[in-house]
């Protein structure tokens, strides 16, 4: 089976590389994803697999091997884009303004549909079913993710394990990369408000300086990780916007501030929480202002299961070789694919896509992300081979 399938990722590898091209051409936002979805419909079809529809945008396909009910396997892709200006002068480059596949998932929906293809003429040789997951939104809260369960993806049939790949800029082409346990972090995002008295910035006595209160707050929060943390438990908390005044000789009455908050533990995520509120509450109250706090709670921690994560590492040893697989580091950023790994036994693992010589260095969520293209190949024959393959 591991020569067919690799025979078959090699033969299609084109067809997916157009894919590819087509969503990366045509990007759609989080819960937009309307085009994408009728696109993957459309493919699928041509496939000759059943799906059906699920969170208005998001599809689940099921494919059936020998003896359906002894092993039920679900493969997980995921379809938005992020609000970026694409800066790469390739012919497939975005044609949406100021939307781009930035973070990979239009590889990550054409590796699945390569591997689709695969595992549906190769059904006679597997035993189980598959359930393959391709879903909206895992670039906003409340995550798209946690829609799908809502509407029972986890069930009828009801996997036993779930599996997820995601494009890694910093890992050579070539090479794929585990970890078992906790892999990536929980994200929950801050919004704050300061309101006071503006007046005239020459009499600042007459006034409730909300610039000077914001400016305070910022440093004040970093005490929560650097004072409260246990320093062997990584955490973040970064104020990534703030927003008040438009002029020079006016102190504004209002000042907005947004950030995130990431952890690896999730006992320390929610004190942290409470810490936010009382420190942000008593020092804006301590200097004449108000303040409107919401802690948007977002994403879980991501959570590989060891005995799925091994079983996976070793097939993927076996298809790649041992000198290509590597250990995933852990991570601060965010996936909604904890939300799976709450439920079900879950494997996230990457997927090399760097090539230095041609110039393919540039990280996810940035203008110039790009993938060496080889990739796809090697992500179809991977998803395939782990989906024909591995047993809870």
């Known amino acids: 089976m591991l020569h067919k399938i690799k025979t078959l990722a090699k033969q299609y590898a084109n067809e997916f590389i157009e894919v590819r091209h087509h969503l990366h051409a045509h990007p759609e936002l989080s819960y937009q994803e309307f085009e994408t979805s009728k696109f993957i419909q459309s493919k699928l079809k041509e496939f000759g697999i059943d799906f059906e529809i699920k969170a ?223 420190v942000s509450t008593e020092l804006v109250h301590s200097m004449g202002g108000e303040i409107d706090l919401l802690i948007d709670v977002g994403y879980p921690t991501v959570d590989n299961d060891n005995s799925l994560t091994d079983a996976a590492w070793k097939l993927a040893d076996d298809f790649m070789g041992k000198e290509n697989i590597l250990e995933t580091e852990m991570r601060m950023g965010a996936e909604d694919f904890g939300y799976y790994t709450q439920q079900i036994p879950g494997c996230f693992y990457r997927l090399g896509v760097r090539n230095e010589a041609k110039g393919i260095i540039h990280g996810v969520h940035t203008p110039k992300f790009n993938i060496d293209e080889s990739a796809i190949e090697i992500g179809i024959g991977m998803m395939s081979w782990l989906g024909a393959n591995i047993k809870i």
Not at 253 to 275: C, I, N, P
């Open 56 to 278: 208005t945008t998001g599809v689940v396909a099921i494919i059936k091997g020998k003896n359906p009910e002894s092993r039920i396997i679900a493969l997980r892709a995921d379809m938005d884009a992020l609000p970026i200006q694409e800066e790469n002068n390739v012919a497939y480059k975005s044609q949406s303004n100021g939307v781009m596949h930035a973070c990979g998932h239009d590889v990550h929906s054409s590796i699945l549909l390569g591997a689709s293809k695969i595992l549906n003429e190769i059904k006679n040789d597997f035993e189980g079913t598959l359930k393959l997951i391709f879903q909206p939104g895992e670039e906003k809260n409340p995550g798209g993710a946690s829609l799908m369960i809502k509407e029972g993806v986890l069930s009828n049939p009801a996997p036993q394990g779930i599996l997820a790949l995601h494009v890694h800029p910093e890992l050579p082409i070539g090479k794929l990369s585990f970890r078992k346990g906790r892999v990536m972090a929980s994200a929950d995002e801050i919004y704050i408000t300061i309101k006071g008295k503006g007046g005239h910035a020459a009499a600042p006595h007459l006034t409730t300086d909300t610039i000077l209160i914001a400016s305070h707050l910022v440093v004040a929060l970093q005490q929560i990780i650097s004072r409260n943390r246990n320093p062997l438990s990584p955490s973040v908390l970064t104020i990534s916007s703030f927003r008040g005044g438009h002029t020079t000789n006016v102190i504004p009455s209002e000042v907005k501030l947004m950030g995130t908050f990431r952890a690896m533990d999730e006992q320390w995520r929610y004190k942290a929480h409470e810490l936010i509120k009382k």
